[in-house]
């Protein structure tokens, strides 16, 4: 198993309400579970939301603390309900009415990598399906709640930034020839996990920084949104999907000769979004 399930970078004084988050970019890849998997340790990465975590890693300078998974996404996914075990991969398993992500082999534990590559040589247990989620999956969730409660207490809401990639063949094969396609997909469910006006808001920062921008297509949030998002409570939840294409190669799974200059323009995205966040006081003096 992975040391650890994930970990938090709080900053040195906490300004603002914004909590960023990185579900899908652990990397910790224990020799126990490539030795059970059945594709090579690069297919494995496939799904992995390689480099958000440097991406998004200048959070806590901004006064916002970030939270990253340390264990893969193939290994568990955080995006995913704890429930959402799929029978066809976990043995003893009783089946029940499937959602359409479990039945896809895209459940809390993965059967199956981009491209529909199936993971394992065979089933795992129940018992070691229960164990990731018990010693990872409860984990990131209880910690990932607590810093949104710390945010609700301190300025009296929260605004969760969940921090994703999309590869690139997303994108264009869901559109049709000359189609423009956006660096950026925002989603919250079609307006229901953040208010119009904190949307407006996380959009124009990704637009000013010269990002083509769209939002809840194709992907419009998964679990996570869902579960953080209620804004009529104050607590908003939006999914940022960012194009792969643009600061790796997707094959290689490395970063481009220029990640360093995307990775700074993502950091002028992050101060604008904490800004979101900080009491107007503050804001005025962040102007």
Same mark, same amino acid.
């Given at each position: 198993m992975p040391d650890l399930a994930f970990k938090i970078t709080r900053p040195s004084h906490r300004s603002t309400s914004v909590v960023f988050a990185s579900p899908h970019s652990g990397r910790a890849y224990a020799p126990a579970f490539l030795d059970q998997i059945d594709i090579d340790a690069t297919t494995i990465r496939s799904s992995e939301d390689a480099f958000v975590d440097h991406l998004f890693a200048a959070a806590p300078e901004f006064g916002a603390p970030?939270?990253?998974?340390?264990?893969?996404?193939?290994?568990?996914?955080?995006?995913?309900?704890?429930?959402?075990?799929?029978?066809?991969?976990?043995?003893?398993?009783?089946?029940?009415?499937?959602?359409?992500?479990?039945?896809?082999?895209?459940g809390v534990i993965p059967r199956v990598v981009a491209n529909g590559r199936h993971i394992y040589r065979g089933k795992i247990s129940l018992a070691q399906a229960h164990a990731r989620i018990a010693n990872y999956w409860y984990p990131y969730h209880d910690n990932l709640q607590t810093l949104l409660d710390e945010s609700n207490r301190m300025f009296g809401q929260s605004v969760l930034i969940d921090c994703h990639s999309m590869p690139h063949e997303a994108l264009t094969s869901m559109s049709?020839?000359?189609?423009?396609?956006?660096?950026?997909?925002?989603?919250?469910?079609?307006?229901?996990?953040?208010?119009?006006?904190?949307?407006? $808001?996380?959009?124009?920062?990704?637009?000013?920084?010269?990002?083509?921008?769209?939002?809840? =297509?194709?992907?419009?949030? *998964?679990?996570?949104? $869902?579960?953080?998002?209620?804004?009529?409570?104050? $607590?908003? *939840?939006?999914?940022?999907?960012?194009?792969?294409?643009?600061?790796?190669?997707?094959?290689?799974?490395?970063?481009?000769?220029?990640? =360093?200059?995307? $990775?700074?323009?993502?950091?002028?995205?992050? *101060?604008?979004?904490?800004?979101?966040?900080?009491?107007?006081?503050?804001?005025?003096?962040?102007?």
């Open positions: 970030f939270i990253q998974a340390c264990a893969p996404r193939a290994f568990v996914d955080l995006n995913r309900g704890a429930d959402e075990l799929d029978p066809a991969l976990i043995a003893d398993l009783k089946r029940k009415p499937q959602n359409p992500r479990v039945a896809s082999g895209l049709t020839k000359n189609t423009t396609y956006p660096d950026i997909v925002l989603g919250d469910r079609f307006g229901s996990t953040a208010a119009p006006f904190v949307v407006d $808001q996380v959009e124009r920062a990704f637009a000013e920084a010269g990002f083509r921008v769209a939002r809840n =297509a194709p992907f419009a949030g *998964a679990y996570i949104v $869902q579960r953080y998002g209620h804004p009529a409570r104050s $607590q908003h *939840a939006i999914q940022v999907e960012i194009d792969r294409g643009i600061y790796m190669n997707e094959h290689t799974l490395t970063p481009k000769p220029d990640f =360093a200059h995307i $990775q700074a323009v993502i950091s002028g995205v992050i *101060a604008q979004i904490a800004e979101i966040g900080m009491p107007s006081d503050q804001q005025i003096a962040a102007e």
